[in-house]
């Protein structure tokens, strides 16, 4: 059957499905409780699932024991998410034996892996659904077989197929929401899970995106976050399809949407129609996440990151003198196989010159299934946490380098919330480029404030609202 007939097909199944859960649970009203690991992506397909169940007749409840049905969702990128997920688990069999009723489901990157959806199937009895990434959109239909039947579904779907559109989704309220522009990733880096959980990169349709995007203009978001393993290699996938950049642009064009923002890009797919854009296009935020992973251009090489330590610095450098004010963070992992000392004083050296703004560093584990699981020439322990506050110590400077930079300065702030402490008043939100501010004034959440820094603590910058 043609893909796009299938998909059709597939999701009128899915409505019925829906419908006739709600059929089923109207009387009951019943509440459901989402656990989301890991990664924006995770996040924002919790979003979906949340609408789907909404659409159900579901209810959220704030806590596990408050729910009819539990979802975990999970993610397999680090070894911590994914023990901390099975610790959680457990947990849920109090429930289960409290209210024999409760639905549980596991869905995510980590039951994407057959082995582990399996062991989780043996380990865990009180477990009702459990699926994968590829077949998030199917959920209504073995969520239907279990109230009819109370059996237990188990559905890991081996191949990825296309981008299913218009499922329901349940945002949290505020100026702020995240759109997937595409799913998977094709770049196999040697440490990485994904492109073997998510499958390979498939776009979305420009024209989906953007009627997306007015939608949430339409409801008041100011600023959106396109989402995708690689953002920047959007559209390579589609026949004569346009590139991120226009999407950007096609973004900007929206009223009502004040700020862009992206993540991830790899470094290769950086190309000169996403500076321009980043440059010229006044909704594009002045900041790029750009993950280095190493400043060894010999451990780049066995990541398989296709770039060198020069190709990168040049590149920062480039987008630095392009983008006035830009601010680049960066992930980078310590003690890979065969790291020595000059491999990581070439890290040193690369955070030095590249003038991050913040870091997210990392302890090399290896990860079940990917290639560089099987290298030998492993860094003990000790050295690799030795590095990484080595690595910390230095980055934690430069960043507080660059926040005291701020103070005395005025920035327009995108207000997300507002809190009280101490009987004050504090708004919190981000500049046009990455800085989260904290500060005094009558601002009200999706405001643009105009906000004086007055001084840093940790991480962050704090002010006051600037008269007008
Ligand atoms: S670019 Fe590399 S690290 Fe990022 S998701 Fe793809 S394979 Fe993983």
Not at 211 to 238: M, P, W
Not at 243 to 261: H, K, M, P, Q, S
Not at 298 to 325: C, H, S, W
Not at 407 to 418: D, K, Y
Request: proline share 3%.
């Amino acid at each position: 059957m043609n893909p796009t007939i299938e998909k059709l097909a597939g999701l009128a199944e899915v409505t019925v499905a829906m419908r006739r859960v709600k059929a089923l649970t109207e009387k009951a009203r019943p509440r459901y409780h989402i656990e989301t690991f890991g990664c924006q992506m995770n996040v924002h397909d919790s979003e979906k699932l949340a609408g789907m169940l909404e659409q159900m007749g579901y209810t959220g409840a704030k806590r596990a024991g408050e729910a009819d049905l539990i979802l975990m969702n999970t993610c397999c990128v680090r070894e911590h998410a994914e023990s901390r997920a099975f610790g959680h688990l457990g947990a849920f069999a109090d429930n289960k034996r409290e209210n024999p009723s409760l639905v549980v489901a596991v869905c995510g990157c980590m039951m994407q892996q057959k082995d582990v959806a399996l062991r989780v199937k043996q380990r865990f009895p009180f477990v009702d659904i459990i699926f994968g990434t590829h077949n998030l959109h199917r959920f209504p239909l073995m969520l239907l077989r279990v109230l009819e039947n109370r059996v237990r579904v188990f559905e890991v779907h081996g191949e990825a197929g296309g981008v299913v559109e218009g499922l329901p989704v349940r945002r949290r309220k505020g100026a702020k929401a995240f759109v997937t522009i595409m799913q998977g990733c094709t770049n196999f880096c040697t440490y990485c899970i994904v492109p073997h959980v998510r499958g390979p990169e498939r776009s979305r349709d420009i024209d989906n995106i953007l009627s997306e995007a007015r939608g949430l203009a339409e409801s008041g978001v100011k600023e959106i976050t396109l989402l995708g393993q690689n953002v920047n290699a959007y559209g390579k996938d589609l026949m004569h399809g346009p590139g991120f950049a226009e999407l950007l642009w096609g973004v900007a064009e929206i009223d009502g949407i004040e700020r862009i923002r992206f993540m991830t890009c790899h470094p290769k797919d950086v190309s000169d129609a996403l500076i321009e854009a980043m440059a010229g296009c006044e909704k594009v935020c002045r900041h790029i996440h750009l993950p280095v992973q190493s400043g060894s251009t010999a451990i780049l090489r066995a990541m398989n990151r296709k770039y060198t330590k020069e190709d990168y610095l040049a590149l920062a450098g480039r987008m630095k003198d392009a983008v006035p004010g830009l601010e680049i963070t960066t992930d980078i992992i310590v003690g890979f196989p065969g790291e020595t000392r000059e491999d990581f004083d070439e890290t040193l050296d690369l955070v030095r010159r590249a003038g991050f703004s913040a870091a997210f560093t990392f302890m090399y584990s290896p990860r079940k299934g990917t290639p560089a699981a099987k290298l030998a020439d492993r860094v003990e322990k000790a050295v690799k946490k030795e590095r990484l506050l080595e690595l910390n110590a230095l980055v934690a400077g430069m960043t507080a380098r660059e926040n005291e930079a701020y103070v005395g300065r005025t920035e327009r702030v995108l207000v997300e919330g507002v809190r009280e402490s101490d009987g004050e008043r504090l708004c919190y939100g981000r500049t046009h480029a990455s800085k989260t501010v904290c500060f005094t004034g009558g601002a009200a959440p999706g405001d643009i404030a105009l906000v004086t820094v007055t001084h840093t603590r940790e991480l962050s910058l704090h002010g006051k609202q600037a008269e007008v």
